[in-house]
């Protein structure tokens, strides 16, 4: 298993932070390559989006206290989908991505009660899951709206995910431990050297402004979302760092 990060600085530019290889995708092997990154300087993490791997999701947790996690909404929407009839999930997604997509939390608090009202006995599975992990798919909607599209998925960790698989495809096998992280290491410095010197990813001036009037306690409290220490996730920082994990 492969473990990369990548992060949007305040720059705008994104990085690959670091990689790691392991037997599984646990609990400890996540919080110990957290760790490792914490070693070499990794500070002001303020957001973070992924699956909702359990193991990954505790060791953000114990790793990046007070901390905003965004759960993938391209993961969700699969899960939506398993969860729901197949006669119903053209319709039923239509809707939910709806909630998702939604350009504030009141918005999408209305069109969550308008699908469950409307699917609860059709796709009751498919309802519960959709209420019960509404807080963790829509925690970006505390942003700036121009930062919504960006970072309501791990699209673009996947994207590089796959471009890594598609070269390890060619490969198959390696020798050893140290060829296959001396060959993806060469990789992924040469995707972050493209990244980092290419066009800026996003503009951060609306991010940095959207801070700066939290700490001085313009914003509603009853914005944020409904998971311990979120409300100190964007305070004191000289800069932020909004991670991407797969």
């Keep these: 298993m492969l473990r990369v990060h990548l992060e949007d600085a305040d720059q705008g530019y994104r990085h690959v932070l670091g990689f790691a290889l392991g037997d599984k ?8 390559f957290f760790t490792s990154l914490k070693s070499r300087g990794l500070t002001g993490v303020e957001f973070l989006i992924s699956d909702d791997h359990a193991g990954l999701v505790k060791a953000i947790e114990g790793s990046f206290v007070g901390a905003t996690w965004q759960r993938c909404q391209a993961h969700f929407i699969q899960n939506l989908s398993d969860a729901c009839p197949k006669t119903e999930v053209e319709a039923f997604l239509s809707l939910a991505k709806q909630v998702l997509h939604a350009p504030d939390l009141a918005s999408a608090r209305t069109r969550l009660r308008e699908t469950c009202q409307t699917f609860e006995k059709r796709c009751s599975k498919a309802v519960a899951l959709l209420e019960s992990a509404f807080d963790e798919v829509t925690s970006v909607l505390i942003l700036p709206t121009k930062y919504h599209r960006l970072l309501r998925t791990s699209n673009s960790q996947e994207r590089l995910n796959e471009e890594i698989r598609r070269r390890d495809r060619v490969i198959r096998s390696y020798p050893n431990r140290a060829s296959c992280e001396r060959l993806l290491g060469a ?4 995707f972050d050297e493209a990244m980092t010197t290419g066009k800026v990813y996003t503009n ?3 991010y940095h402004a959207w801070r ?4 001085e306690g313009h914003a509603s409290r009853e914005a944020l979302p409904k998971t ?5 996730a964007f305070k004191g920082k000289e800069s932020e760092v909004l991670l991407t994990v797969a």
């Design 204 to 206: 951060m001036d609306d």
């Design 212 to 215: 700066l009037e939290r700490s």
């Design 228 to 232: 311990e220490g979120s409300a100190a």
């Design 187 to 190: 990789l992924l410095m040469k």
């Design 25 to 32: 995708e646990s609990q400890a092997s996540w919080s110990e």
